[in-house]
Nanobody
Framework: QVQLAESGGRVVRTGDSLTLSCVQS????????VAWFRQVPGKEREFVAA????????SYGDSVKGRFTMSNDNAKMTAYLRMNSLKPEDTAVYYC???????????????????WGQGTQVTVSS
């Protein structure tokens, strides 16, 4: 079993930067991937970014490419999402997700992940 805990969400202004953290505890899967999804009321949960725990492969949704960067610190069992140039459209609840099985490409569907955190709210004011 894997438990995930997100933190770092807060209210920021357009153009600000913010880093979210996802702390993982429990069983270690060496081939796992960690991802971030986000969701706003009335919309489907949207893929944001994913990274293999090895750090050798990462993927980003079209809406955040060039602005967001994901990274790992496996010694701390933590994945990070660095968000730059934030826009009001980035306002959402951000969820950390964990896929335990190895994959040759990073998955972008929520049903391809096994464990989820409770979410952290990011609000970007204009």
């Amino acid at each position: 079993q894997v438990q995930l805990a997100e933190s770092g969400g807060r209210v920021v202004r357009t153009g600000d930067s913010l880093t979210l953290s996802c702390v993982q505890s429990g069983q270690i899967f060496v081939g796992a991937s960690v991802a971030w999804f986000r969701q706003v009321p009335g919309k489907e949960r949207e893929f944001v970014a994913a990274i293999r725990r090895s750090g050798d492969l990462s993927s980003y949704g079209d809406s955040v490419k060039g602005r967001f960067t994901m990274s790992n610190d496996n010694a701390k069992m933590t994945a990070y999402l660095r968000m730059n140039s934030l826009k009001p459209e980035d306002t959402a609840v951000y969820y950390c997700a964990y896929r335990k099985a190895f994959t040759t490409y990073l998955r972008q569907r929520q049903d391809e992940y096994d464990y989820w955190g409770q979410g952290t709210q990011v609000t970007v004011s204009s």
